[in-house]
């Protein structure tokens, strides 16, 4: 195997929609970087990852295209992926190749031939081994909740393309929805707001930018006014206007109403001796959606339980992910089936 083997190790990768977070066994988190690829259109080589593919997002010559390879949780673009995927590797160390396993957390919906699409990507990035876990389950383990005792837990996991809600007992998902709605919809909302009641175009690092200052789920101690910047859609010039943090929650609703609509659905699905479990335990917010202002109160209000936002929730899965990878004896019953390479 050559110089490649003396740098091969273990990875635990959290392949998310927004971002991409690497777990080196034995290291901890070696890399945290946006899932965006900046590509060649005639060449399809990459040509930036990564936060600087970030910068160049809605700033490129039409030669260069910059995308995400991932949409929803899963891989829209298999190519695009696997080169992301082998590229952030690579930047872990130069000479490193991963010749042994990986452990990929996935949304917990995913269908087969995505799970195949996963695996693949893996495999052509140099692994010998991949493994998948539910992003819920790691998300689970990560927060330091003991997900093989016969006591229920009920995990909510907002990242940037799905929402995954699940209750957890026995090693084992007993109630789970994921739906595609989280961060990248909330983005969106926040497009289309301006778009219909201010006539102008943002782009989607603005929207983010604006949901991360000012977007809320609840009503703030002090509402705040921030200057947003754009293009008139009348006349096609650039332009600043006014916006306040109470339109920016109403903008922000459609999609947090659906998300605490699905929590309280898997609540009625869940067995009544694991409702009685969360009762006293709680929901536990997990995700850079449980970053938003006031997402807690506004699901400890609507369905009248015990809400806890996790001590470092963007982090949470991929450190899930990792403790299974360093105790895989342990926590194999907890992995999602099928082929194994």
């Not at 930018?209 to 809320?216: C, D, N």
């Amino acid at each position: 195997m050559g110089i490649f083997s003396l740098f091969s190790a273990d990875l635990a990768v959290d392949l998310g929609t927004a971002n991409t977070v690497i777990y080196m066994k034995g290291k901890g988190i070696v890399l945290n970087e946006p899932s965006i690829v900046a590509f060649d259109r005639n060449t399809k080589r990459i040509v930036a990852l990564g936060n600087e593919a970030r910068e160049m997002l809605g700033r490129t010559h039409k030669d260069i295209a910059t995308i995400r390879p991932m949409k929803d949780g899963v891989i829209a673009d298999f190519e695009i992926a696997e080169g992301m995927l082998r590229e952030l590797i690579k930047r872990i160390h130069a000479n490193w190749m991963p010749s042994r396993r990986i452990v990929i957390s996935v949304p917990s919906g995913i269908t087969e031939v995505e799970k195949r699409a996963v695996r693949d990507s893996a495999e052509h990035a140099g692994a010998k081994e991949v493994h998948l876990i539910a992003e819920p389950m790691a998300a689970a383990i990560g927060i330091g909740l003991d997900v093989h005792a016969p006591v229920g837990n009920m995990v909510v996991d907002m990242g940037g393309g799905t929402t995954e809600i699940a209750v957890i007992a026995l090693s084992g998902i007993v109630t789970e929805n994921s739906i595609r709605i989280a961060g990248d919809e909330m983005d969106e909302a926040i497009i289309q707001h301006f778009k219909k009641n201010h006539n102008i175009l943002i782009g989607e690092r603005t929207a983010e930018a604006i949901k991360i200052e000012v977007g809320s789920a609840m009503p703030l101690r002090e509402e705040v006014r921030i200057q947003v910047k754009g293009r008139d859609l009348v006349n096609g010039i650039p332009k600043t206007i006014e916006a306040t943090s109470e339109e920016i929650r109403e903008a922000l609703n459609e999609p947090i109403t659906t998300v605490i609509d699905i929590v309280r659905l898997t609540l009625e699905q869940t067995p009544p001796e694991l409702a009685a479990d969360i009762l006293d335990r709680g929901i536990m917010l997990t995700g850079g959606g449980a970053l938003l202002k006031g997402l807690d109160e506004r699901l400890r209000l609507e369905t009248t339980l015990p809400v806890h936002v996790a001590e470092q929730p963007i982090f949470a899965v991929v450190c899930g992910t990792g403790t299974v990878l360093e105790n895989l004896a342990k926590y194999s019953n907890v992995l999602l089936k099928g082929r194994r390479y």
